[in-house]
């Protein structure tokens, strides 16, 4: 069993920043979705274990930056720090892990098998 902790999130205005936390309690796979209301689960990006290779949605490389830390061998707190933010970024943001190889299926919310609280981030105008 994997536990997912998330934290941060808020109101911040278009062109600011907010960092999200996820801790974990392994070694793993870690990405982050958002689901905005009426819409489905999108990719954010995801990490791979190591923390040295990363993947982002078109709609937010560039502005988005995922990142880990290890507090000991297994335990780690997984970052999605948010800069110049959109409107259109409004949403809740989970964050997720699976035992999966950091490829194409990464991107599929179905592939992974455990799942944070979900937090709420809104922008505003």
């Known amino acids: 069993q994997v536990q997912l902790v998330e934290s941060g999130g808020g109101e911040a205005q278009v062109g600011g920043s907010l960092r999200l936390s996820c801790e974990v309690s392994?070694?793993?796979?870690v990405g982050w979705f958002r689901q905005a209301p009426g819409k489905e689960r999108e990719f954010v990006a995801a990490?791979?274990?190591?923390?040295?290779?990363?993947?982002?949605?078109d709609s937010v490389k560039g502005r988005f930056t995922i990142s880990k830390a290890y507090k000991d061998n297994f335990k780690n707190t997984n970052y999605l720090q948010m800069n110049n933010l959109k409107t259109e970024d409004t949403a809740t943001y989970y964050c997720a892990a699976g035992v999966l190889n950091f490829g194409s299926a990464m991107r599929f919310p179905d592939q992974y098998d455990y799942w944070g609280q979900g937090t709420q981030v809104t922008v505003s105008s």
């Open positions: 990490i791979h274990s190591s923390g040295t290779k990363t993947d982002y949605a």
């Open positions: 392994r070694r793993i796979l």
